[in-house]
């Protein structure tokens, strides 16, 4: 399944394993899709179709956010926590801090709801180890 807005239309409206419902709209430009948590709201990961694969992204804070004094422990953390996500790794864009995975874009539907689902899932579980990091 390449096409975006199909993609979306199936997204919109999905209940997950976990329980969460799923709500998918499609950028204005047409070239992703955002899909958002119905179960916490400032989860979103964005979707965006290659030829041969779908890149999801979701933000977690920007380096700004960082506890001036912090920023190097937090980078070794990022590194060894990147190792234990399932389906997804850290990195950073621009001045972000960014969960991101990928798969194919002949990944059946289901599978690609579990993708997202755990995307979504590894935002709250990120955010919360640290949380120690983070300004206030």
Excluded: H, R
């Excluded at 916490?40 to 700004?64: C, G, H, Y």
């Excluded at 953390?77 to 995975?101: C, E, T």
């Amino acid at each position: 399944m390449t096409n975006i807005a199909e993609l979306a239309s199936k997204l919109n409206g999905v209940e997950t394993k976990t329980g969460d419902m799923l709500q998918a709209s499609v950028f204005e430009d047409n070239d992703g899709i955002k899909v958002t948590s119905a179960l916490d709201p400032n989860a979103a990961v964005s979707i965006i179709a290659t030829d041969e694969q779908f890149i999801t992204i979701t933000p977690l804070f920007k380096l700004s956010d960082v506890k001036d004094d912090m920023q190097l422990e937090l980078s070794q953390y990022l590194l060894k926590l990147s190792l234990i996500l399932p389906l997804s790794a850290l990195a950073l864009q621009d001045n972000q801090v960014v969960l991101f995975g990928k798969f194919s874009v002949n990944t059946v539907f289901d599978n690609i709801v579990e993708e997202i689902d755990t995307q979504l899932d590894s935002y709250s579980d990120v955010l919360a180890s640290l949380s120690d990091f983070i300004k206030v």
